[in-house]
């Protein structure tokens, strides 16, 4: 069964930081371009970031820039989304996807295969 699986989530204070990892079970991410997005409630799914299956540099939303980071490792078969200085505006499901397309790639339409999300609430 090919599935990816978030895990890192919870309940954080504002200004702190946390690490989502998302793992790949059944598919080896590093045949896939992977990607960040998080949905709050009553929002559209957003895009926060993204990594070529080739590596290189990370991509990312101008909401998240400057403090978040994307890395993988193919040999723990992983991706990861660190974020600190944390608002409370962060607060949303957090999703990672992978995708085989070309192009930009940041709209949820570019991604085949998803996890089931991570809960992040951050308080004031």
């Known amino acids: 069964q090919v599935q990816l699986i978030e895990s890192g989530g919870g309940l954080v204070q504002a200004g702190t930081s946390l690490k989502l990892t998302c793992r790949g079970s059944g598919l080896f991410l590093g045949n896939y371009h992977m990607g960040w997005f998080r949905q709050a409630p009553g929002k559209e799914r957003e895009f926060i970031g993204g990594m070529n299956r080739s590596g290189g540099r990370p991509v990312y939303a101008d909401s998240v820039k400057g403090r978040s980071t994307i890395s993988r490792s193919n040999t723990k078969n992983a991706v990861y989304l660190e974020m600190s200085s944390l608002k409370p505006e962060d607060t949303a499901v957090y999703y990672c996807?992978?995708?085989?397309?070309?192009?930009?790639?940041?709209?949820?339409?570019?991604?085949?295969?998803w996890g089931q999300g991570t809960q992040v609430t951050v308080s004031s």
């Open positions: 996807a992978a995708s085989t397309s070309a192009g930009p790639r940041n709209r949820p339409t570019d991604y085949t295969t």
